[in-house]
Nanobody, 117 residues
Framework: VQLLESGGGLVQPGGSLRLSCAAS????????MSWYRQAPGKERELVAV????????DYADSVKGRFTISRDNAKNTVYLQMNSLKPEDTAVYYC???????????WGQGTQVTVSS
């Protein structure tokens, strides 16, 4: 049972990246999915969340209008499209799965996103 993030890297300010979070060993359709991030010296913060059926999403104010969370339950994968990236978006990005009934969490190992010129 694990989550594997990918798609991070170095990008210039104003650029875009698409993060992926693939599940193995379990079915994502039973989980609410979230993306978090943690910058050096800061606490981990919630970036975006999507319900198990993809019908509802929510975002941190700092990323509204720039980031989009989506999911493809057939592919057992969740995505975070990040546009108009800023240096302050630099962080390790983690995905988290929360089971909708039993409420336990599964975390990925994280992927580094660096926004710099």
């Amino acid at each position: 049972v694990q989550l594997l993030e990918s798609g991070g890297g170095l990008v210039q300010p104003g650029g875009s990246l698409r993060l992926s979070c693939a599940a193995s060993g379990f079915t994502l359709s039973r989980y609410t999915m979230s993306w978090y991030r943690q910058a050096p010296g800061k606490e981990r913060e919630l970036v975006a969340v999507i319900t198990s059926d993809g019908g509802s999403t929510d975002y941190a104010d700092s990323v509204k209008g720039r980031f989009t969370i989506s999911r493809d339950n057939a592919k057992n994968t969740v995505y975070l499209q990040m546009n108009s990236l800023k240096p302050e978006d630099t962080a390790v990005y983690y995905c988290k799965a929360k089971e909708v009934v039993q409420k336990y969490d599964i975390w990925g190992q994280g992927t580094q996103v660096t926004v710099s010129s």
